[in-house]
Structures are given as C-alpha cells and as structure tokens.
C-alpha cells in the first residue's frame, strides 16, 4: 500500500520490462479472476459454498 514502492516497481518495469511469457501468464490470471467473478455475478454465490456458523456451546 506504499505508493512510493509502486512507483520504484512502475520504474524498474519500464526500464526492464518483463517477459512476453510472463505478461501472458500475469493476463491469464487475470482473464480466470474476471471469469470466476463474472460467473459469481451472474449466477450467484453457491449455497453448498457458504460456510454454516458453528455454535460455541458455554
């Protein structure tokens, strides 16, 4: 959450760009995380997902 460390990394991208295989593979993480969350979007959040709250016996 350091805006400073996103800027030094921003820089350090720039002058040394990272690989075409790794902005592939950083794309298809995000492509997948686009896709769960639109499926999530779309269809809802899968009730055999939701955890049951457990009941603390005093």
């Known amino acids: 959450m350091d805006p400073i460390r996103?800027?030094?990394k921003a820089k350090r991208?720039?002058?040394n760009p990272p690989?075409?295989?790794?902005?592939?593979f950083y794309a298809a993480i995000i492509a997948v995380c686009l896709?769960?969350?639109g499926i999530e979007w779309i269809w809802g959040?899968?009730?055999w997902?939701?955890?049951d709250?457990?009941?603390v016996k005093p």
């Open 45 to 47: 959040w899968p009730a």
């Open 6 to 8: 996103w800027m030094m």
């Open 13 to 15: 991208w720039a002058q």
């Open 19 to 24: 690989s075409m295989r790794q902005v592939i």
């Open 53 to 55: 709250r457990m009941r």
């Open 35 to 37: 896709a769960i969350a």
């Open 49 to 51: 997902l939701t955890p």
